[in-house]
């Protein structure tokens, strides 16, 4: 059974910091990719950045230059560090695991398995 672990989250000013971390375990599948999404209370969950086993990535447009997608392979560990947070960056993230290739890494529709979500509250 795939079980995906959130951690990292918390709660920063404006302009801070924060470093997420999704540690997988129980799969061991040569081809893959895995996200990192986001959800506000009653809006549509959205993507954020994704990292494939090829080391392809992909970013939402509204993290571009300020988040960072990357993988420790050994440790089984998807990571996302967030600089210049902002408050509408507010919201509770969910780490993901998608099997094969999707062609887009920023739609939940190919993830298959999610984590149980991590909050991140950005205040002014």
């Known amino acids: 059974q795939v079980l995906l672990v959130e951690s990292g989250g918390g709660s920063v000013q404006s302009g801070g910091s924060l470093l997420l971390s999704c540690e997988a375990s129980?799969?061991?599948?040569?081809?893959?990719?895995m996200g990192w999404f986001r959800q506000v209370l009653g809006k549509a969950r959205e993507g954020v950045a994704g990292i494939c086993s090829d080391s392809r990535t992909q970013y939402a447009d509204s993290v571009k230059g300020r988040f960072t997608i990357s993988q420790d392979k050994a440790k089984n560990t998807l990571y996302l560090q967030m600089n210049s947070l902002k408050p509408e960056d507010t919201a509770v993230y969910y780490c993901a695991l998608a099997y094969g290739d999707p062609w887009s890494l920023l739609s939940p529709t190919p993830f298959r398995v999610w984590g149980q979500g991590t909050q991140v509250t950005v205040s002014s």
């Open positions: 129980g799969y061991t599948h040569s081809r893959s990719c």
